[in-house]
């Protein structure tokens, strides 16, 4: 069984994939026209009428939150790689307590659309809001290139397009159905999407993990043990070190990926503007009360799930599969299941890629609109439709921008893009914020520092690492310009980008604004003055 | 600096309300000394586990490896263990902010919105 499906050009039923897939359209496009009724404010297209309740909306951050590379990509990196698959999937876990502590419901109090406001609060708004915004659009591009080359591979995979024709013209529908859903439902319909993908793709693996449990009489240690026998590298698979850190260089790589996992997720602005979307702090903590025990439960049902295909599937089986190490959960799936729960599988994977570049394009959209044109541009003198035609059409220049970016990327080793977007937003983001709210002598050359500084210094960093160039697994192989040997560069770009936050502050002779501070920290801890949900 | 606009909140906070003032009374004190004193010390100690089960993933594999029972190892049970202080750490912090922090940032947001009318 496990060997026909091996040798076969695709697994499953395309048609199947394709009808279910479809029925998840369908529905969301009905649901996302019924959200655009009341969709008309700047507060209904950016942050839902801030009308969710916190356990929808955690739902929804979740649905945000895990990628496909999360749910395709740990999965199979626990199959094949064992342990250091598990590994990675802990510290964008772990990073939901920064999150929580330290910026939901400060921002929340404090801010309207974007991470932006928050920033510029106290600061000069002009320079500040377009360093946030320079940000925003640099870690939001970064993602939703790496989401929509993704796309091609699984579109080889579940639908058995293997043109590359074919597939540029599924990258192209999937994306043109994403801008669609976030011109016609804006923030309300987007978040609508997340929450039916997160629901979907908990109900799949759940079901899978059941499956899987019941076939090892549930019991961890033999399956553990069955996943060794089959991995044909025995008990390496259950012990850290097959992926990450061969060498000195590798392991100090490995630690400075970790670093941004962990300091990255409460600095990535699609993350942020959710917090957005509910009526009060409290409910924001509630979000991420929500969304830690969702995706804690993920991340566990994942670790079964990757050991059982490992288990029930084999390495071999699955890295011979065309998609390689991201059909282990389908080809786990048609294992368990067949054709149906494949095609259910395949479905939630699509709706996976829909609803995070959905969400990507919103922020994205959200501070071009709010911050460079609304306040840079125009100096905060436009009415609010104004802006959200702005807005909208930002939705679709984005749209069509990751479109030709997916199609170019088809193919290629672009999974840095994701460490390159968690750095950014864990060394220019997260120590901005930080500072904006806990530091009362911060000022606006020490924002700009810390912003500029900390993305030119990853970017540069990428630019000359072995992920660009110089290694046969490079995007460039021919060339060879790697002087930096680190892949991951927070370990470096984290820690410059708060010293220069604090050299930038104390170096400049501009005052703090004690005042601004003052009803900053007050609305922040008290939430005094924040957003109401609207009333309808 | 004084002519810097700023995110008005649709909510109007009270246009008279002296933010300096607040800042300075001893309630708010209290607010934000209780908030620092569990966030900040939470922060450090979970990065710190965090960071402890990442070295000893990269640097002590040998230990990592070891059986506990049957197939489960030492690093599994670690990486386990950093599920369980997250949710605990979560289910602590809610817990705290519920009986210590919302209380007083509920008075205090009351008296602030009020006493402008």
Same mark, same amino acid.
């Given at each position: 069984m496990t060997i026909n499906l091996a040798q076969a050009p695709s697994v499953g039923e395309p048609l199947i994939n394709l009808s279910i897939f479809l029925l998840f359209v369908a529905i969301t496009l009905v649901i996302v026209f019924r959200a655009s009724r009341s969709s008309r404010t700047a507060s209904d297209y950016y942050a839902a009428g801030r009308a969710f309740t916190g356990p929808q909306n955690g739902i929804a951050i979740s649905g945000d939150y895990l990628s496909a590379a999360s749910f395709l990509g740990i999965a199979g990196a626990i199959a094949i790689s064992g342990y250091d698959g598990f590994l990675y999937s802990i510290g964008f876990l772990v990073a939901w307590l920064v999150a929580l502590l330290l910026v939901a419901e400060l921002l929340r109090n404090t801010g309207r659309f974007t991470m932006g406001d928050v920033l510029s609060f106290r600061m000069r708004q002009r320079p500040v809001r377009a360093a946030a915004a320079t940000s925003t659009l640099a870690v939001s591009f970064f993602y939703l290139l790496a989401q929509m080359a993704g796309a091609g591979g699984l579109v080889a995979l579940l639908l058995d397009v293997?043109?590359? =024709?074919?597939?540029?013209? #599924?990258?192209?529908? #999937?994306?043109?159905?994403? $801008?669609?859903?976030?011109? $016609?439902?804006?923030?309300?319909? =987007? =978040?609508? $999407?997340?929450?039916? /993908?997160? #629901?979907?793709?908990?109900?799949?693996?759940? $079901?899978? =993990?059941?499956?899987?449990?019941? /076939?090892?009489? #549930?019991?961890?240690?033999?399956?553990?043990?069955?996943?060794?026998?089959?991995?044909?590298k025995g008990d390496a698979v259950l012990n850290p070190g097959l992926l990450y850190g061969k060498d000195t260089i590798g392991k100090i790589d490995f630690v400075s990926l970790s670093l941004a996992l962990v300091l990255g997720t409460a600095g990535l602005p699609h993350i942020l503007m959710r917090f957005y979307t509910v009526p009060s702090a409290k409910e924001a903590r509630r979000s991420v009360v929500w969304a830690i025990g969702v995706i804690g439960l993920f991340y566990l049902l994942t670790l079964v799930l990757g050991y059982g295909a490992a288990a029930l599937v084999g390495p071999k089986n699955i890295a011979a599969a065309p998609g390689g190490q991201n059909s282990a959960a389908p080809l786990l799936a048609f294992e368990l299941g067949g054709e149906l729960l494949l095609g259910f599988i395949s479905a939630v994977a699509f709706a996976t890629i829909l609803a995070v570049v959905a969400g990507l394009v919103i922020t994205a959209s959200a501070s071009f609109a709010h911050d460079v044109y609304a306040n840079v541009i125009k100096e905060g003198q436009i009415a609010a439709d104004a802006e959200v035609r702005v807005a909208r059409i930002t939705a679709v220049v984005i749209g069509a921008l990751s479109i030709v970016g997916g199609i170019v990327a088809n193919g290629q080793n672009i999974a840095f893009l994701v460490a390159l977007a968690f750095a950014v937003a864990a060394s220019a983001n997260l120590p901005t914020i930080l500072y904006s709210l806990f530091w009362r002598r911060f000022n606006t050359s020490g924002a700009l520092w810390s912003i500029y500084g900390g993305l030119t210094t990853c970017v540069v960093l990428i630019v000359f690492s072995p992920a660009v160039s110089g290694k046969p697994s490079s995007m460039f192989k021919t060339l060879d310009f790697d002087l930096f040997p680190l892949a991951n560069p927070g370990l470096v770009s984290i820690p410059v980008s708060f010293l220069l936050g604090y050299l930038g502050t104390v170096l400049s002779r501009e005052p703090a604004a004690e005042a601004k501070y003052a009803e900053m920290e007050v609305r922040a801890l008290t939430g005094a003055g924040s957003e109401k949900a609207d009333a309808h | 600096m004084s002519t810097v606009e700023h995110p008005r909140a649709g909510g109007s906070p009270p246009s008279g309300a002296d933010w300096e003032e607040v800042q300075r009374s001893a309630e708010f004190m209290e607010l934000r000394r209780r908030l620092r004193s569990f966030v900040f010390p939470m922060t450090a100690a979970f990065l710190a586990w965090y960071l402890l089960y990442v070295l000893m993933a990269t640097y002590a594999r040998g230990f990592m490896g070891q059986k506990v029972f049957g197939n489960v190892n030492v690093g599994l049970i670690f990486g386990l263990l950093q599920f369980v202080s997250t949710f605990l750490i979560t289910a602590l912090y809610v817990r705290y902010a519920n009986s210590r922090l919302d209380p007083l940032a509920e008075k205090l947001r009351a008296q602030i919105e009020d006493g402008d009318r």
């Open positions: 293997q043109s590359k =024709t074919g597939q540029a013209g #599924v990258i192209a529908g #999937v994306g043109a159905l994403m $801008v669609l859903y976030v011109l $016609v439902g804006g923030m309300r319909g =987007t =978040t609508w $999407v997340q929450i039916i /993908k997160a #629901v979907l793709l908990i109900t799949g693996a759940i $079901v899978m =993990t059941v499956w899987v449990a019941g /076939k090892f009489s #549930v019991n961890l240690s033999s399956l553990l043990g069955d996943a060794a026998a089959d991995s044909g | -």
